[in-house]
């Protein structure tokens, strides 16, 4: 009884405990705590359906398929996944976190049928992914995208000496917005640029459009490529 229950049980509240607390660190809505229930209650459905299965008379009519018991616990947990992903404009937050609460379920899935070291394994494995490739990835040269805001003086030419002055950073603009509708003869032109992460100074950025003509402000968003 404790080899087959309690010790998935509380290996399922380490190792979610484990993934859920790196998530805790980054201030996450889905944490210690959801991370630690979402493995938890895989792990107690695979070993609930395993000691039917274990029970049931080699006569019965009855057959348990615990791929299928593990192919719909993992489909259920997607609608919480889903649920911690968080769209802020054009930009995506919570990816990673949905991640997590999948990895979790898998892992209460695998704590489930026994499989504890490779458990264990896959465990370690998330954590590395987690806590060193975050450090990788501000290394690599990758692309990154911004919508640039101006608002100037609706002039002839004010379109085109903006985005000359983007593009001699090295910047390149796949679209660009214009706004007639402002008060007092202003306009507003939204560019969205594509740039490598690291080689562009935003500051830079700023002063040269600060140096255009009817320029009265200037914003900067990130977004999603």
């Excluded at 859920?20 to 210690?32: D, K, M, P």
């Excluded at 593990?70 to 404009?89: E, H, N, R, S, W």
């Excluded at 501000?138 to 919508?147: G, T, V």
């Amino acid at each position: 009884m404790v080899e087959r229950v309690i010790v998935p049980l509380a290996l399922a509240v380490v190792l979610g405990g484990l993934v859920g607390l790196e998530r805790e660190f980054h201030g996450r809505a889905a944490g210690l705590r959801t991370h630690i229930l979402v493995c938890l209650a895989t792990a107690m459905a695979m070993v609930g359906w395993m000691e039917l299965h274990r029970h049931l008379p080699a006569e019965s009519a009855l057959r348990i398929d615990p791929g299928r018991i593990a192919a719909g616990v993992l489909t259920g947990i997607g609608f919480i996944g889903a649920g911690a992903i968080i769209k802020l404009k054009s930009t995506h937050r919570g990816l990673t976190t949905a991640a997590c609460i999948w990895m979790a379920a898998s892992l209460g899935v695998v704590i489930g049928v026994g499989a504890y070291a490779l458990a264990v394994a896959g465990t370690l494995l998330a954590l590395a992914v987690l806590m060193l490739l975050v450090r990788l990835e501000s290394y690599l040269p990758a692309d990154a995208y911004r919508e640039v805001h101006l608002v100037a003086a609706a002039a002839e030419g004010t379109l085109e000496r903006a985005r000359e002055a983007i593009e001699g950073l090295g910047l390149s603009v796949h679209s660009q917005e214009i706004d007639l509708e402002l008060d007092e003869g202003l306009v507003r032109l939204v560019f969205s640029v594509r740039m490598r992460r690291g080689r562009v100074n935003e500051e830079a950025l700023v002063r040269r459009l600060r140096e255009l003509p009817g320029v009265r402000s200037i914003g900067w968003r990130h977004v999603a490529g």
